[in-house]
């Protein structure tokens, strides 16, 4: 058995900052047509399904049950996976690798719009006895980690107002973003402070919108002759210590680890030169930073640089978040991880349009699970098997 | 939080040697033998503060975008009808109406008005409310399959003006709405089903 796996199939809805004139249901049909068509498959050609969700932010408990029938699960074997879409794209790699499903399909989307109060199911997460009943704006979560990654990185607010410059730009070329914009730099550093040192701007606005992948095994590819696989040829997740007392404040230990257990997968030793551009987690500006960083694309300190000179930027020579990330394209919870996947695909088939980079062979997606977490994946997806 | 451990009892252990006896360093929190019989407590030290307590009221509050099938099934009950969908490809007539069918997973776009009749599919006699309580009359939740649709397909909804001794399944039952100034494009816009 090949136990190689491909991404066979995307659809997407692309993120608006809301939906009012379609249901859940109806949103992630439209991204499940799109991906069967795109992948040239019916339902009853998938093996396993997965769907990513929280329940609280769907206000509904046992969410899974809600799932199947919008992608074509009615039936079938759908089981839920209340994490990011990385999260989603691995557990359907491994669901693959056993051998007992040919293929799969991963489901991740927002409806966040119908959150009144979005701040207070992200202050749900909290610790009820140690952190919650201090009262305070969970966001504030935010405001520590970046004094300290600034800190140690020595990078300054003006580099993370140019991730924001640059990310939102990049979104002014992607159909699917939601908040594309051409910002000046002093703009962006007038921003008023939230919690300081992070500015309003500093955020990425919430985002509704739907994304479906389908995988294949290798044999499956072969067998079908599926003309532009993209192979996903390393995985790693971490969950790190969740506690807010306990942790490193400035680096994104589960990113470093998930990053070198996806590594190792894909036998990258030197990610900077084997790695031609990345979708990496950006829900707050220093965290393209960080994760870029922790990535290991970079020593301490050199993402500031990196974002400095344009060397990030889709016309640099190592391109990220050019979809426009979570700041550009907004952030629609776990679809931003899975939308990662799409843009990666999107790219390596050459049909990113105005926006496409040139001479590109392999990629990397990362996610955060948001605040108050330290829980992070990362997938290694290539064009070419041996690339 | 050491409320907790003041509020223990000396448990004895009942039976000898089923429970690990752990060397346990003598001192004001750890006197006892470490046993896993449990921690009792009693209502009183909740009452008085004994163990730690905390509190917090969740603020959550959802507003569901209906969209197209939904809003559409919704804006038919503010209007007193019963509004389904068909797929033709599978020849299936179901209430609630959907954009797609969960079957064959094409667009549904032919809409029907179905009668606010059907026969109970199921049905049970409720005797304690949603909160716990303990009811004298009980509610009579119920499957009524609509007039018109396929097998197996229903709404659920409450009967009412009916003795629950006499209800059987396969039942006819009828829709009692509530006037149309009161209704507001909901389920509840049907009061319940009454024998026919
Ligand atoms: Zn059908």
């Known amino acids: 058995m090949d136990r190689r796996v491909a991404v066979i199939g995307i659809g997407t809805t692309g993120f608006r900052a809301a939906s009012p004139e379609v249901s859940y249901r109806e949103m992630i049909y439209e991204a499940a047509v799109k991906a069967y068509s795109d992948a040239g498959l019916a339902p009853d050609q998938i093996g396993s399904f997965i769907a990513c969700s929280e329940d609280i932010s769907e206000g509904t408990s046992i969410f899974d049950e809600y799932c199947p029938d919008q992608i074509g699960g009615a039936r079938r074997p759908v089981h839920s996976v209340s994490g990011d879409g990385l999260h989603g794209i691995i557990t359907a790699a491994m669901n693959i690798q056993t051998g007992l499903f040919e293929t799969a399909l991963v489901e991740c989307h927002s409806k966040v719009s119908n959150c009144i109060d979005p701040v207070e199911i992200m202050n749900y997460a909290l610790d009820p006895i140690y952190n919650r009943p201090l009262g305070e704006h969970p966001e504030f979560i935010a405001g520590l980690e970046m004094r300290r ?3 140690e990185s020595k990078a300054q607010p003006k580099d993370c107002a140019a991730v924001v410059q640059k990310n939102r730009a990049h979104a002014l070329k992607n159909p699917w973003a939601a908040y594309p914009a051409n910002l000046e730099l002093e703009e962006i550093q007038d921003s008023p402070a939230t919690f300081d040192p992070l500015r309003e701007i500093d955020r990425a606005h919430h985002a509704d919108g739907a994304s479906v992948v389908i995988l294949a095994s290798a044999d499956w590819v072969k067998k079908n002759r599926v003309k532009n696989p993209v192979w996903v040829k390393g995985m790693g997740w971490i969950s ?3 506690g807010l007392e306990m942790r490193p404040w400035g680096r994104s230990i589960a990113t470093q680890k998930a990053a070198k257990m996806a590594y190792k997968q894909a036998g990258i030793r030197s990610p900077r030169s084997e790695i031609d551009f990345a979708e990496v987690d950006d829900t707050y500006s220093y965290k393209e930073l960080q994760h870029l960083e922790d990535l290991w694309f970079f020593p301490l300190g050199g993402a500031a640089k990196a974002v400095r000179s344009g060397l990030t930027r889709s016309d640099g020579k190592f391109p990220v978040n050019v979809s426009g990330g979570c700041l550009g394209m907004g952030n629609a919870a776990e679809a931003s991880g899975l939308q990662r996947v799409l843009e990666i695909v999107t790219q390596l088939r050459g ?3 105005v926006r496409q980079l040139k001479r590109v062979r392999q990629a990397v997606a990362q996610s955060w699970r948001g605040i108050p977490t330290t829980s ?9 098997v041996n690339s | 939080m050491n409320g907790l451990e003041t509020t223990r009892k000396e448990t004895k252990l009942k039976k000898k040697g089923s429970v690990p006896q752990a060397n346990v360093p003598s001192g004001p929190l750890l006197k006892r033998k470490m046993a896993f019989e449990g921690t009792p407590l009693s209502g009183k030290d909740f009452e008085q503060g004994k163990v730690l307590f905390t ?5 959550l509050a959802y507003a569901w975008d209906t969209g197209r099938a939904i809003g559409r099934y919704l804006q038919g009950l503010k209007e007193g009808r019963l509004l389904g969908v068909r797929c033709r490809h599978c020849d299936r007539t179901v209430i609630p109406p959907r954009a797609f069918c969960e079957r064959c997973f094409r667009p549904i776009e ?3 008005q179905l009668q606010d009749r059907g026969v109970i ?3 049970s006699i409720s005797y304690v409310r949603w909160d716990a309580v303990r009811l004298e009359k009980p509610t009579l939740p119920a499957v009524i399959d609509i007039e018109g649709t396929s ?5 659920l909804h409450l009967l009412g003006e009916v003795d629950p001794k006499q209800i059987k399944v396969g039942m006819k039952v009828k829709a009692v709405w509530k006037a149309a100034s009161e209704r507001i494009g909901a389920i509840t816009d049907i009061q319940y089903f009454k024998p026919e």
Do not use: H, M, Q
Request: glycine fraction near 8%; charge should be neutral; proline fraction near 9%.
């Open chain 1, 149 to 151: 990654y600034l800190y």
């Open chain 1, 240 to 242: 790190e210590d969740p």
């Open chain 1, 351 to 353: 049909e990113a349009g």
């Open chain 1, 376 to 384: 992070c994946a990362v997938a290694v997806l290539s064009k070419g």
């Open chain 2, 55 to 59: 509190t917090y009221k969740p603020k």
């Open chain 2, 110 to 112: 032919e809409w029907v």
């Open chain 2, 121 to 123: 599919n199921t049905f």
């Open chain 2, 151 to 155: 097998p197996r397909v229903g709404i």
